[in-house]
């Protein structure tokens, strides 16, 4: 099969280095220095205990050539519907799109840009890029989620098995996506707004994190999503991870870029006004965040 990895960065990168070890075509889509420094060495992956590199096809989405049977889709939120507009000429009817971005929405947004098979899905794994072509991944958390198709699960099932990656197909992928943003969107909002790691949150935060938690299992109980019994496990989870682990988005208002704020805390402000749901806590966070990146411009 013909595999496209659309970003390379933190999650991106290290499916494409993974699923290089298998015996298909991986091609990723990368920019700037990132690409640049993939083409020249290659992805090298930081691991707690190991460090290595993969040899990958890397190349820009607007000189992409031929088919894809499957295209994982690793970008920010973002640029999602962007990247698929851009790649949707080098697909057929057979061909598989799957969206890792965060986000409860994305196949969504997949289904009107292209009728084709679309998986909904979402990694665990805690990961970034530490300079250009080289990911730190941190901890040996990493499992992939996705379904909504059998047919094309199983498609994407035999590439992450040859690869040895750890996947699961649920029967029910929109409450295991809304399990995985729970997690993302609450640490998210938390880590940036006070600019401390998951472990300092869970230390010092413990209650507001509760809290949140709890606001954001309100909002998916009221879109027909039951993900109460979430807001404790999330906070295990926060317990378990590496002590000075952070989040995409606060190391996005950290270094001053784009950061997915809209997808992660504003989504869950405004579904709670749609649904007469009070969200204090989102609601404080997103306001103050939604100032410090106005700032920045």
Known sequence: MRVAVVGLGGVGGYLAAALSKSSHEIVGFARGENLVKIRQ???????????????IEATTIDKVHGYFDIVLFCVKSYDL??????????VDNDSVLLSFSNGVSNADLLRGIADLKVLEGCVYILSHIQEGGVIRKKGDVFSAVFGGDDGAAKKVASLFEEASLRYKI?????TAVWKKYIFISAFAALTSYYDESIGSIYK??????????EEIA??????GVNIQDE???????ASKVPYDSTTSMQLDFKNLK????????????????KKGINTPIMHKMYEELSKREVSRY
């Open 231 to 237: 807001v404790q496990k999330s906070l295990y989870t």
């Open 81 to 90: 519907e962007e990247s698929c507009k851009a790649i949707s000429l080098h």
């Open 258 to 273: 784009k950061s997915e704020l809209e997808i992660l805390c504003g989504y869950i402000v405004k579904e709670a006004l």
């Open 41 to 55: 060495n290659g992805i090298k992956i930081i691991e707690d205990d190991k460090e290595w590199c993969a040899e």
């Open 218 to 223: 309100d909002v998916a109980s009221a879109k």
């Open 170 to 174: 649920p029967s029910d992928i929109k």
């Open 204 to 213: 010092n935060h413990y209650d507001e994190a509760k809290e949140l938690l």
